[in-house]
């Protein structure tokens, strides 16, 4: 379990976080019609019926029944939302409760949870559960998101004071890369976190050698020469598994693009199409993608340790403990990240120079997931948490990568934090940045 100190939410402000999470689940699906959210069978997305429930059915098994012993709300729950128990195909034929009847059961599991976080002297394993729940809520709200981008439906729509949809000044490219110096560099999660993820545990040495990461992101002006030069088709540039997949979905361009009829090329960005803007980093690409672009620019994925070490050092001191942040360890701020579905949208890659890391690398939290080339395995003297299903199934399957994007919650980030997923997945809102060889 994660380890507890001042730095964690109260009470109150955890009520404040369930009350926002569930707002937002609520939110990304209430302009959509009966049929949206039961759409049809897709390998890489949830009916959005069932994965609301599930929502809520999470945070009633550990926020609920396994700290507050409480008795299930419905009997059939876990029939109906254990994702682990029940395959992917099959929740499009379960007997799942009506909208207004699912939407009823996320309201009481909200409300009993609050109920227990007012109540006098809340334990610290029910807050802890209770944060976690939230960040699982979040993960899927971020789900939900791209689950609407891949099937077409108009951006979501939001009301609060949170998000601010403007475009922050400033902007454009970010050439050029931050030189590293080597060293005996501390990966992971220290200790003293008031809250990690099990694939966060613990810190530990690895040497790093000096390396040149790029300032920023690679951007869809960039990525567009790529593929101009007909790397989609030039076998010299992809992996033996990235061809494969490559020519299994006839590949040719990233999966949100067309060509326009005057030869430019267009983006859809949910369910409008847009010319492409240059400077806006290329995303839903995936990680063989983003491996044949780098091959094709005679660069390289960073690792996770380099990329970590480019977003946490302190490149005047290294024995410096690192940063929890690329700025510091004041917590993610419009004016530093973007994130929070702060535009409905990336934003140019050479915005928020107040969020630079020490190196001056640029949007290392947040706009978009960037791929690195380190596949997802346990730190050494792994600690499994009390949701064992979280991160141990997965290992040696996935990719990792780092950063968060324009929808992620800032509550969720810090330079540590591995998200992971299969190479094919172009779903998801990554990029990439790149390494020189």
């Not at 730095?7 to 569930?22: Q, S």
């Not at 005057?262 to 949910?270: E, I, Q, Y």
């Not at 064992?388 to 990568?401: A, D, G, N």
């Not at 990554?430 to 060889?437: N, S, V």
């Amino acid at each position: 379990m994660a380890q507890f100190n001042n730095t964690n939410p109260t009470a109150k402000e955890l009520i404040e976080w369930v009350i926002d999470a569930r707002q937002r689940t609520f939110d990304l699906i209430a302009d959509l019609n009966d049929k949206q959210i039961m759409s049809p069978y897709l390998s890489i997305v949830n009916p959005l019926l069932w994965e609301i429930g599930h929502v809520a059915w999470f945070q009633e098994k550990w926020a609920l029944r396994e700290s507050c012993r409480h008795k299930p709300i419905r009997e059939d729950a876990d029939k109906l939302w254990d994702s682990i128990a029940i395959a992917h195909q099959t929740r499009w034929h379960l007997p799942l409760p009506s909208r207004d009847q699912t939407i009823n059961y996320l309201r009481q599991v909200r409300d009993r949870v609050i109920e227990q976080l007012e109540g006098e002297n809340p334990s610290s394993e029910l807050c802890y559960f209770v944060r976690y729940t939230v960040h699982h809520e979040d993960m899927h709200n971020e789900a939900f998101t791209y689950t609407r981008q891949t099937l077409a439906y108009s951006p979501p729509q939001f009301l609060g004071p949170d998000v601010c949809h403007q475009i922050p000044d400033g902007g454009g490219p970010l050439p050029g890369d931050a030189m590293i110096p080597g060293r005996t560099f501390t990966l992971g999660a220290t200790l003293d976190q008031p809250f990690v993820f099990d694939n966060e545990k613990w810190a530990h040495s690895v040497e790093v050698h000096p390396f040149s990461i790029a300032l920023a992101t690679v951007t869809q002006a960039e990525f567009m020469a790529f593929v101009e030069e007909d790397g989609y088709h030039r076998r010299e540039f992809w992996s033996q598994e990235g061809w494969e997949w490559r020519e299994m979905e006839n590949a040719v361009h990233p999966v949100y693009w067309r060509k326009n009829g005057n030869g430019s090329w267009l983006r859809r960005h949910f369910d409008q199409w847009y010319s492409l803007e240059p400077h806006l980093p290329i995303i839903h690409v995936n990680w063989y993608e983003a491996n044949a672009y780098c091959r094709w620019a005679k660069r390289r994925l960073p690792t996770e340790a380099e990329w970590e070490i480019a977003a946490s050092a302190d490149p005047v001191d290294l024995d410096q403990p690192k940063r929890l942040f690329p700025w510091g360890s004041e917590s993610p701020h419009f004016s530093r990240a973007h994130t929070d579905w702060q535009t409905m949208g990336c934003i140019d890659v050479g915005a928020f120079p107040n969020g630079d890391s020490a190196f001056g690398c640029r949007q290392m939290i947040g706009n978009v997931w960037e791929w690195t080339s380190s596949m997802f395995l346990p730190y050494p003297g792994f600690e499994i948490d009390s949701y064992k299903e979280y991160s141990e199934p997965w290992f040696e399957t996935r990719k990792v990568l780092r950063g968060g994007c324009w929808v992620t919650r800032s509550r969720m980030l810090r330079n540590t934090w591995r998200n992971f997923y299969t190479p094919e997945r172009r779903d998801v809102l990554a990029g990439f940045r790149t390494c020189a060889l």
